[in-house]
């Protein structure tokens, strides 16, 4: 009877693949774990304490629906910095998730069309679906690169938004600064949306992040704080772009999150003071145990940012590899055809301790002969 009543949007989505890895993984008793999609760093401690702080001081009520003053305008100065576009504004949202929601919702009208790039994050065509969109996937194998000629011949009449993701997830692909600009200058030219989702902007390893903006100050940008600070139960994020666009978006967000939540804006006041090289040196090592352990048995583009590898499976389907790999060798990776059309690749996670990296490798290494 109840399936009566569920809604048409909430079938435009399909979370069976990660739960059925997640199934697989609970049976396990000692897994070896490079699927999580989040810090194995815990969060700083003048960070913790300013959490604690604002709890006992009372910071528990609503916040401003826009965000804590106090963190709204150290963001608005870093964003003025950064771009110097007269009409860019900041707010806080309920994590990067909660941006994108929000976006999705204002911007997207039924029927319209949003380019996503394929390998792509499992929130886009999830939310961009909720929203009533068509998804146009744009395949960027075998090297994930962003190339702007397929962008181009995937613009229609209805194209409403093109969503990027640099450093990406799952491919840990850095995109080029010139493809970047090819990118956003089509979007202005043509009067699209360009969403740049930028999370894991504080993880680049052989250069400075880029971000699209800086190429088209109409872009909207959804950021966060749950893998730069390594808090992402704490749910803050944050959006900037036209100020129409933020104001639209705030106002859905007061009635729905309401605001992000309170003690842990205070937190990531704190959060944005704090050095995070120490980290990023040590995932930017991470990479290189991965790709110096798998490069020479795996098809594997060496991956720029974020915290993620995405090899081609040596043998089966991307699904079969990490079946096998779950079930006989207890070590548990992501199937790519979570994250694709394609059922061909698989995600391995790195942030996790050398040790349990150098134990995943090895397994990797003996499942590909
Ligand atoms: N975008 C990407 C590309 C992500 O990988 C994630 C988290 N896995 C998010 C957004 C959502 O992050 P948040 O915790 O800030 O909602």
Known sequence: ???????????????????????????????????????????????????????????????????????????????????SHPDRQVFITSGTS??????????????????????????????????????????????????????????????????LNSPANPTGTVAEADDLRAVAELAAERGIVLLSDEIYREFCYDGQFVSPALFNPQTLV???????????????????????????????????????PHPFQWAATTALDVDMSPQRDAYRHKRDLIVEGLSDLYELTTPGGAFYAFPKAPWGTGSQFVEEAITKHQLLIIPGSVFSRRDTHFRISYAAPDATLERGIDILRLMAK
């Not at 730069?228 to 772009?241: C, I």
């Open 1 to 83: 009877m109840s399936s009566q009543w569920i809604a048409q949007r909430a079938k435009c989505f399909d979370a069976s693949g990660i739960r059925r890895v997640f199934d697989l993984g609970a049976k396990l008793t000692d897994p070896i774990n490079l699927s999580i999609g989040q810090p194995d760093f815990d969060v700083a401690p003048e960070v913790r304490q300013a959490a604690i702080d604002a709890i006992q001081s009372g910071k528990n009520g609503y916040a401003l629906t826009q965000g804590i003053p106090a963190l709204r305008e150290k963001l608005q100065a870093q964003v003025d910095r950064d771009y």
């Open 222 to 260: 959804i950021d966060g704080f749950s893998k730069s600070a390594g808090m992402p139960g704490w749910r803050v994020g944050f959006a900037h772009g036209p100020a129409e666009v933020i104001r639209e978006m705030t106002k859905l967000q007061q009635y729905s999150f309401v605001c992000a």
């Open 98 to 163: 909660g941006a994108l929601l929000l976006a999705m919702l204002v911007l997207i009208d039924p029927g319209d069309e949003v380019i996503v790039f394929d390998p792509y994050f499992v929130m886009y065509d999830a939310l961009a679906g909720v929203a009533g969109a068509k998804v146009v996937y744009v395949d960027t194998y075998p090297d994930f690169r962003i190339d702007p000629r397929r962008v181009a011949e995937a613009v229609t009449p209805r194209t409403k938004m093109i969503l």
